[in-house]
């Protein structure tokens, strides 16, 4: 708590700072903050150069004769509007911090009410100052640099199976609901008014239509905020958040089309516009959703050939994303539409193009930016509010919107839900309805549309901005403080957090083929039919077009979820080896298979019928993803062993490694993040630790000290090195350990005679490590038979996969050629295994 | 047409049918004309060129048809709990229909999924990309991640302890709107 409140000091003077600096800057000119202008927060450099410069900026350093060479100058007029932003988002951010320090509070009350409320204090603070709001959250920047980040990184990361799967329920609360929404609300107040419970207000029918429509929509930002930290079940939380996305499409429309109505006046209004407005809600909503999916495509087709460079490859996903946004806007098309499809279309293909850290920066910077923008959005939602200027207060006006929004909301939601429900699979239970209604939060979106209603259109504009203040307040905060509990309390279904496994996810994929044939069979085209169909299209034609060829092999689910387990494994596997305090088992087994991912699990496979044979424990540790019990196996056969070479190796690394200065590592490149491939300092090593073996192999010629020790030595300095490459990378690094290693002793070593005995001896004599392995397992635990079968690489192992291939159609075929083989199959155990140097997949086995 | 249909059921064998199956009265005489549709040899079976994969689709008649898409009806929920506990359990019940999907990997019926099976239809469903080795150690580790026991198969019991643990929600994912 402490902390926080020291936070809170250090926010406010940063604010006085802030203010003392624009202070500063106004004060020897005119004074500027009495004009209430919006001065920050308005990135339009051209608007705010022009104000600053046009008042006061040229007379700053410009007009003003020198009368000598300044050493140093104070120009806040120069900086003022990108300061003052800068200054403004760190502030935001910080109010995160501060809430985040402390998580008793964010477990109850929801982040973005906190945000809210520490609007609230900052508005206060500026307004204290100045007397009058000087900073607010304008339409120009809410719509053109805080909404795009975040409506991008939904789209990116929307669960795509899931959202096209309830499609239709989506679009009928999207379109109808919205629709409902927006005309209820405008038709009761009007005859809320009519019946004279709002006093004297000069607002016509249009008019309260129009507020009515920006009203209606959900916003997708304040139902991220608020039920990201609520998990419900995923259908509900589709349903809800696709709604919030998707009726962006109506509510421009409408806004657009009453707002023209308003402006057209009444009696001008006949059948032709209103027909004229409903083909503009298509257009602008396929329209925009088109502009989106172009620029996703063209994305996708962009990252195919991004290769070579990398770095600003995911810059490409921005840039599109935003453009697609603007296009979209430029047509007066739904932005926001626009760049959802954007997202959602290309995230399969960039996500198969780009390289894998390319993909982790795109996931990283999106969230980044959508996160960061999210805070500001509700830290300026609460600054706004504190304004006199804004507060036009109607209790009846207002009381009655929040009650129709609530109220119609609920009805809309139960109304459609109940037709929606005749044609679900699964209904849609009655305490999702409600969470669904409750859900239907008003955010940032609906306060945007409202500061931009025309005040010469609108005499109450006032009224509706504060109106509209309130209802998002109301829903936010009070809304979101209590979803968790209603969510609790009717027991709304959680989303399960369970780790996938292979049979699941085949067993998944199986069920959508069965059904996919149950359908075809009972001659019903339903939702799985469709969706097999097109997936045989997307990947025949789109992934063929959009997509690497190398990219395409890795869309198999059912393999991505093989892969992605192995390299976890992998992981823990390394981690418990360091944690053991020692990685030697998996140097013993890197040196039989490569770690690449297929023999990983092979190798896995062993450890698992090790595991099986000794039943006591296994009852115990069978579930447990890490093979402790062979690992506890390997130590104590290494244990002697190991303790002996490890005092050699550090020893012998200390002797004889060069250790290369430090500021070579990291040298700095802007596109490349390769860390030292100089080939000098590769060469020094190298032509050190000649030198000293050279040193010592003379010594030792001269009798002073044995050379086996040394031969043994190299051996051990070579093995040693791969705990730290281990550290470094997941899989791949012990085999390029490996390379590098092999790769600084080559080049000059074959060439230098000296060495050469040293080496080459040492590689003939050693025990093939495959043998060595198997001999020592076979020696503490007697294999079992299918561990055996399954020892990593075996020429047999490969050979019997060899029928499978042959046999890809009938299962009579397959058994009957099955047996004879797995016969030959133990027979092939007998004998000895080849030298294990020989690649795994050698062509003559297949 | 639809009267055609009807005339070729008999009326008490809908009657049973609807009893075993749930399926309504409409449903059944719908189904029996796509049935004789798809019956190319017009003997009131179909054969297994029409269905490769599916092995409960061997050789049925009308019952076993309507048997196999029994399956494949939504649970009704409320339905459920009213029902006295000594009735047998429906077609549609969450073990047959997990029995059901068993059956579709246990291709010789020996009640425990083996690495070949297993194999045969990783090769069916996986991508044509993934080589033979790869979809090999898919096997391996799927066998291993479910048994349990240790003893190399993968029982029905273990078959259902995964499905269980995890979120896969066989009740939808074995259902068809339609069929309801």
Not at chain 1, 210 to 226: H, Q
Not at chain 1, 586 to 596: L, Y
Not at chain 1, 726 to 733: E, I, L, N, R, W
Request: aromatic fraction near 10%; proline fraction near 4%; charge should be negative.
């Amino acid at each position: 708590m402490a902390a926080s409140w020291g936070f809170t000091l250090f926010l406010c003077v940063l604010l006085m700072v802030c203010r003392g600096l624009s202070l500063a800057g106004e004060d020897p000119d005119q004074t500027l903050s009495s004009s209430g202008q919006v001065k920050a927060l308005n990135p339009e450099i051209d608007n705010a150069l022009s104000s600053n410069h046009g008042t006061t900026g040229e007379g700053g350093h410009a007009v003003e004769p020198i009368t000598t060479l300044p050493i140093v100058s104070w120009k806040w007029h120069h900086v003022t509007t990108p300061y003052l932003v800068a200054l403004w988002i760190l502030v935001s951010w910080l109010c995160k911090l501060v809430i985040e320090a402390n998580h008793h509070v964010t477990s109850v009350i929801p982040e973005s009410a906190l945000l809210i409320c520490f609007g609230f204090i900052l508005g206060g603070m500026i307004w204290a100052a100045d007397k009058v709001q000087t900073f607010r959250l304008t339409p120009t920047v809410f719509f053109f640099y805080l909404l795009p980040q975040v409506i991008l990184d939904a789209g990116y990361h929307m669960p795509n199976k899931l959202f096209f799967t309830n499609l239709g329920g989506i679009l009928v609360h999207a379109v109808i609901g919205t629709c409902w929404n927006a005309a209820s609300l405008g038709l009761s107040l009007w005859g809320c008014q009519m019946g004279g419970a709002m006093g004297d207000l000069d607002i016509g029918l249009l008019q309260y239509l129009l507020f009515g429509s920006l009203m209606a929509a959900v916003d997708p930002v304040a139902v991220i905020a608020v039920f990201e930290q609520v998990h419900v079940n995923d259908v509900l939380f589709i349903m809800v958040f696709g709604e919030s996305l998707l009726n962006d499409g109506v509510t421009v429309v409408l806004f657009n089309v009453f707002d023209a109505f308003v402006s057209l006046g009444g009696p001008k209004i006949d059948a032709a516009e209103i027909i004229k407005g409903i083909v503009s809600f298509f257009v602008v909503a396929f329209g925009g959703s088109l502009v989106g999916l172009v620029f996703g495509l063209l994305i996708s087709l962009l990252t195919r050939c991004t290769k070579n460079i990398q770095i600003i490859e995911p810059g490409f996903i921005f840039v599109l994303g935003y453009l697609s946004y603007l296009t979209a806007e430029m047509l007066s098309l739904s932005a926001i539409l626009s760049i959802v499809f954007c997202g959602m279309c290309c995230q399969k293909y960039i996500n198969a193009n780009m390289d894998e850290n390319s993909v982790q920066t795109v996931r990283y910077a999106m969230k980044a930016f959508a996160n960061g923008s999210e805070t500001i959005i509700f830290v300026f939602l609460g600054i706004s509010a504190i304004d006199k200027v804004i507060w036009v207060w109607n209790t009846g006006f207002i009381l009655l919107t929040l009650l129709f929004v609530l109220v119609y909301r609920f009805i809309g939601v139960f109304f459609l839900t109940w037709i929606l429900n005749r044609y679900r699979l699964v209904p849609l239970e009655f305490v999702d309805q409600v969470i669904m209604s409750y859900g239907g939060l008003r955010g940032a979106v609906a306060y945007g549309l409202a500061v931009m209603l025309d005040e010469n259109k609108i005499k109450e504009k006032n009224l509706m901005v504060c109106t509209t203040l309130i209802v998002v307040y109301f829903t936010v905060i009070l809304q979101g403080i209590t979803m968790k509990p209603l969510v609790m309390w009717l027991k709304v279904k959680r989303a399960a957090v369970t780790e996938v496994s292979l049979l699941e996810k085949l067993t998944n994929k199986m069920f959508n083929h069965t059904l996919v044939a149950i359908e075809d069979i009972s001659g019903q085209i339903g939702h799985n039919y469709m969706r097999s169909k097109w997936k045989y299209f997307e990947e025949n034609w789109m992934s063929w077009i959009l997509m690497k060829p190398s990219a395409r092999k890795k869309q198999d689910q059912v393999f991505d979820v093989f892969h992605q387990l192995n390299l976890k494994d992998a992981m823990e596997y390394v981690t418990e080896g360091e944690r053991r305090g020692s990685l030697e088992f998996v140097r013993n087994e890197n040196s039989i298979i490569d770690f690449k991912k297929k023999s990983e699990s092979e190798s896995f496979d062993i450890n698992n019928a090790n595991m099986s044979n000794d039943h006591g424990a296994m009852s115990t540790t069978s579930r447990d993803p890490i093979p402790s019990v062979s690992l506890e196996m390997h130590e104590q056969i290494m244990k002697a062993v190991r303790e002996a070479e490890a005092i050699n190796a550090h020893h012998l690394l200390d002797q004889h490694l060069y250790k290369s200065r430090k500021q070579h590592r990291h040298r700095f490149s802007r596109s490349h993040f390769d860390i030292n491939r100089d080939e000098k300092e590769v060469q020094e090593i190298f032509q050190r630790t000649m030198r000293n073996r050279l040193k010592s192999f003379t010594s030792a010629k001269m009798g002073v000290k044995p050379p086996k020790t040394i031969v043994k030595h190299t051996q051990k300095e070579q093995q040693q090195k791969m705990p730290n490459g281990k550290s470094m990378d997941k899989a791949k690094t012990s085999y390029s350990g490996d390379e590098g290693l092999i790769s600084f002793v080559h080049p000059a070593g074959i060439e230098n005679p000296a060495f050469m005995p040293d080496l080459d001896p040492m590689d003939l004599l050693q025990i093939p490590p495959w043998l060595g392995e198997s001999e020592l397992d076979s020696s503490m635990v007697a294999l079992s038979h299918r561990a055996q079968v399954d020892l990593p690489r075996t020429p047999s192992n490969l050979r019997r996969l060899a029928p499978l291939r042959i046999s890809t159609r009938s299962t009579d075929s397959f058994t009957l050629e099955n047996i004879p083989d797995t016969q030959q199959m133990d027979s092939d155990q007998l004998q000895p295994p080849p030298p294990p140097p020989r690649p795994p997949r050698d062509d003559g086995y297949v | 047409m639809g009267s055609r249909a009807s005339r070729l059921l008999r009326e008490e064998e809908i009657e049973e049918i609807k009893k075993e199956t749930g399926f309504s009265h409409r449903k059944i005489t719908r189904l029996y004309r796509r049935f004789t549709s798809l019956d190319k040899g017009e003997n009131g079976t179909l054969s297994r060129e029409d269905f490769q994969r599916i092995p409960e689709l061997d050789q049925v008649n009308f019952r076993g048809f309507m048997r196999t898409l029994a399956h494949f009806r939504p649970i009704d929920q409320d339905n459920e709990k009213n029902k006295n506990p000594s009735a047998t359990e429906p077609l549609n019940s969450r073990t047959n229909k997990l029995l059901f999907a068993f059956r579709l990997y246990d291709l010789d019926r020996d009640g425990k999924i083996s690495r070949d099976e297993l194999l045969q239809v990783l090769r069916m469903i996986v991508g044509v990309n993934v080589s033979d080795e790869e979809l090999g150690s898919i096997a391996d580790r799927t066998i291993q991640e479910a048994d349990t026991n240790g003893d190399g198969y993968i029982s029905f019991n273990e078959f259902i302890m995964v499905l269980e643990k995890g979120n896969v929600d066989v009740e939808q994912m074995m259902s068809i709107w339609f069929l309801h």
